[in-house]
């Protein structure tokens, strides 16, 4: 019936606009990421989200140093070889203060992240969408002052993926 294809006509040409409009803010997205990973590079600081250890002062960051040392201790302790676990229930027992503001109590999911966060070497890792919908990383060298040197970094990792491996059934 006519009077349907009329009322379907201005529904398709706003859902065709509507879709333009997705492609190009996503086009403008894309665009920005490239722009924010290219000033990463060059040393400008695009986020203002940093680790815990760090804190952004004067347009640059800057290492909290009582954290940075705790940062250190809780991966020579993981090298020695206390577990997750342990850690946790050391820095508790000592009475050290967990640094997140929701609910300051440290857990091993917090070590889990901590022990593989590449910031601790100095490197953001700044993610993105591909042009074909899938998500990219891109590792940005120096981006942070580095707090844990990279042996003991690599050391930890190999530690952890062992861990995990023996923990399989």
Known sequence: DLAS?????????DMMRSNSESEHKSFRSLANWQT??????????VTSQVPRWLEVRDGKHHVLEERAQLVRRIFDMYVQGYGRGVIVRTLRKEGVSAWNTRKPV???????????NRAGVGEYVAEFKTEDGG???????????????RETFDRVQDMAFLRKKSQRG
């Open 106 to 116: 440290w857990h091993e999911s917090y070590f889990n992240k901590l022990l593989c």
């Open 135 to 149: 998500m990219g990383q891109e590792v940005i060298t120096g981006y942070y002052p580095e707090v844990i040197d």
């Open 5 to 13: 294809y009329a009322a379907f006509f201005p529904i398709l040409a």
């Open 36 to 45: 924010k990973r290219k000033q990463a590079k060059a040393g400008v600081i």
